[in-house]
């Protein structure tokens, strides 16, 4: 390497740089009130960071399989959308629903990637757990055309590494892809970027949890 020449910036951290990332993201989540917390694993070290989210969406369902007509009292107007359409044609009206998903996110260390990785599980109100296709067809159009090329390996089901638990998990083997070049960026501009906020900001948006843009201008990296 020449004189004056920088290390390259590294896409990886340890664990320690991961707690204290997450000590310093937990601060400011308690400032702004995010709902971000420290979940410790008894009898362990080991632990991670842990947020619950209410996710409304929309799903279109046909009135037969509803059982429910656009006049029906029991349904706020604000709530539904009623689309009808000429049936002569084979088109069945539609109710568009605004339902409420609930998401639980984690984030965890991985020792064997040496990078934090995203795993969440999702349910409906009454506790159903949301299927694989169910959580992959919630992902925002924009995100799921980068995806298209290989969903399945991107977003997958595994067993939480710390409870023991089926979770949906973001495959951390493109992380590579979008942190090198974010942490070059801020080498080259002499900037300290607190990992855990570079990182969850992309792909935190990819199942629906955005990261306040406070994060960035608020967290600093540790020492």
């Given amino acids: 390497m020449m004189a004056g020449e920088r290390n390259p910036a590294s ?9 204290l990332c997450c000590q310093l993201f937990l601060q400011h989540s308690e400032t702004i009130q995010d709902g971000w917390s420290w979940e410790q694993i008894k009898g362990t070290d080991e632990g991670f960071i842990k947020k619950t989210l209410l996710i409304p969406i929309k799903s279109s369902i046909s009135h037969q399989q509803l059982g ?24 069945q009206a539609v109710c568009e629903i605004h339902a409420v998903l609930r998401y639980e996110y984690h984030v965890l260390y991985s020792c ?95 199942v629906g949890l955005d990261v306040p843009l406070s994060y960035s201008t608020e967290v600093s990296a540790p020492d």
């Fill in 68 to 91: 429910c007509s656009i006049q029906d009292e029991n349904m706020a107007a604000d709530d539904i959308q009623a689309n009808v359409e000429d049936e002569t044609a084979g088109v």
């Fill in 112 to 206: 064997s990637y040496q990078i934090p990785v995203l795993y969440f599980r999702a349910s409906t109100l009454d506790g159903r757990p949301l299927s694989l296709e169910e959580v992959w067809s919630y992902v925002h159009p924009n995100y799921r055309q980068r995806l298209q090329q290989g969903p399945w390996d991107t977003l997958t089901q595994q067993e939480h590494p710390l409870l023991g638990q089926a979770f949906f998990m973001l495959h951390p083997c493109r992380t590579e892809e979008f942190m090198k070049p974010a942490l070059e960026l801020a080498q080259a501009e002499n900037k300290k970027v607190n990992y855990i906020v570079t990182w969850l900001s992309v792909v935190g948006p990819v």
């Fill in 11 to 19: 896409c990886y951290l340890d664990e320690r740089t991961f707690r």
